[in-house]
C-alpha cells in the first residue's frame, strides 16, 4: 500500500529556513512525478514544486528563488528547502506523488513562520 508521510514542519521565525521531507512506503522511482503542495487558512490548495521521475524540476514562479525540491532515491524521499521564510509562507504543506492515474497524498505538516 502507498502511503506519504510528511515530517519537518513546525513554528520558525520569519526569515529563517526549514527543509521538509517526504517518504513514502514504497520505491519512488514508481511514481511518474512528485510534488509539494500548500493550503494557507482560507485559501485554495497550490502547488509549489514538482520533480519527476527523470529529476525535471519546476515549481511555482514566485517561490522559485526561495524554495528547492530535491530527491533522494536510495531513501524513498523528496524535499523541500525552504530559505528566507514569511509569515505568507505559513500553511500546511502536502506531498504528492502521481503513478498514472492514479494519486496518493500525504497527511499534510503545519509550517508556521512568525513575524
Known amino acids: 500500500q502507498v502511503r506519504l508521510v510528511e515530517s519537518g514542519g513546525g513554528l520558525v521565525q520569519a526569515g529563517e529556513s526549514l527543509t521538509l521531507a517526504c517518504e513514502a512506503t514504497?520505491?519512488?522511482?514508481?511514481?511518474?512525478?512528485m510534488s509539494w503542495h500548500r493550503q494557507a487558512p482560507g485559501k485554495e490548495r497550490e502547488m509549489v514544486a514538482y520533480i519527476t521521475s527523470g529529476g525535471s524540476i519546476n515549481g511555482k514562479n514566485t517561490l522559485k528563488c526561495r524554495f528547492t525540491i530535491s530527491k533522494d532515491t536510495a531513501k524513498n524521499r523528496i524535499y523541500l528547502q525552504m530559505n528566507s521564510l514569511t509569515p505568507e509562507d505559513t500553511a500546511v504543506y502536502y506531498c504528492d506523488a502521481k503513478a498514472y492515474p492514479y494519486s496518493y497524498w500525504g497527511q499534510g505538516t503545519q509550517v508556521t513562520v512568525a513575524s
Open positions: 514504497v520505491d519512488i522511482a514508481t511514481f511518474n512525478v
